[in-house]
């Protein structure tokens, strides 16, 4: 009966290369991990949250509780019912005035700004013309001037046309969007082939009839993606309004809640700050569901172009 050889280990000497297991290579669907993307992406996500998380706890207190009880906590008393009901009841219930004026605001300006952004990008990407790269750079450097820039020569210019304390000073500086009509025009030049519309052509549609069955369908994630950012600029409006309407009637939210704030340092003025925590949560909530809704289109959007087939 054979008994089994044993080897001994190999010594390791000074010619010893210890062999690594190669790192796998990184890719989309495994991308190779970093701490210091971790962490900072964790820091942005609480600056994010954290304001968000203090408004919500806040919304539940009462006037007593916001001074009484630490601010990243619930107080004793779970008062988020009664204040929603009070912030719709107080002073008349001009809450939900000013919530119907906000949304009358970004439905047709916002929503008229999108309309014109699209027409605007898809003529500017589609049809050749004299003067198309003068177009281009008013464009581009319309994108570069701040609307603050513009807000007192609009005021001035409203004011002689007799539509300043009207929705409509509001309304119509808010049709004009340059970043939407650049980001529309770049997107249909990327989504629209232009042998489709050459087919179209070939098959007797008209350019009206082209645009609405076969373009439109296709311009939807950046159209959607346009429609998110005019109405998030529309709703968060502050210094348009601020210079344009006296009556508090036309308020947009943001216009009423500094005005129910102000009310604690005026003289004889009631102290309403647990009205308008509770305001500015019901004011978010329609972007954040809009954000929710629209998510996948928004996305789809911002990425068109990116990839060169």
Not at 2 to 7: A, I, L, Y
Request: aromatic share 12%; charged share 10%; proline share 7%.
């Amino acid at each position: 009966m054979s008994t089994p050889v044993t080897t001994a280990p190999r010594s390791k000497g000074p010619g010893y290369a210890r062999l690594r297991t190669p790192r796998r290579p990184s890719t989309v669907t495994r991308p190779r991990r970093s701490v210091l993307l971790t962490v900072l992406t964790g820091l942005i996500l609480v600056y994010s949250l954290l304001p968000l998380g203090w408004l919500l706890i806040n919304a539940t207190k009462t006037p007593g509780g916001l001074f009484d009880s630490f601010g990243l906590w619930f107080a004793e008393d779970f008062a988020l019912w009664d204040n929603i009901v009070a912030t719709f009841t107080y002073d008349g219930g001009v809450f939900a005035r000013w919530l119907a004026n906000t949304l009358l605001y970004v439905v047709v300006g916002a929503g008229g700004a999108t309309f014109l952004a699209v027409l605007g990008g898809y003529a500017l990407a589609i049809f050749d013309f004299p003067g198309k790269r003068a177009v281009f750079a008013v464009v581009i450097g319309a994108v570069a001037v701040p609307g603050t820039a513009l807000a007192v020569p609009t005021f001035l210019m409203f004011s002689r046309m007799g539509l300043t304390n009207t929705p409509w000073a509001v309304i119509i500086p808010s049709l004009i969007t340059p970043f939407g009509l650049y980001l529309m025009w770049v997107f249909a030049a990327q989504a629209i082939p232009r042998e489709l519309l050459e087919s179209a052509r070939i098959d007797g549609a008209g350019e009206i009839r082209s645009f609405f069955r076969i373009s439109l369908p296709l311009l939807v994630p950046g159209t959607v993606t346009v429609l998110l950012f005019s109405m998030v600029a529309t709703w968060n409006n502050y210094f348009l309004p601020l210079i344009m309407i006296r009556d508090p009637d036309w308020f947009p939210l943001t216009l009423g809640l500094n005005a129910w704030n102000a009310q604690a340092a005026t003289a004889g003025g009631e102290v309403v700050f647990h009205l308008v925590i509770t305001g500015s949560l019901i004011t978010i909530l329609p972007l954040i569901a809009a954000f929710l809704l629209l998510q996948r289109y928004w996305q789809s959007g911002l990425a068109a172009g990116s990839v060169k087939e």
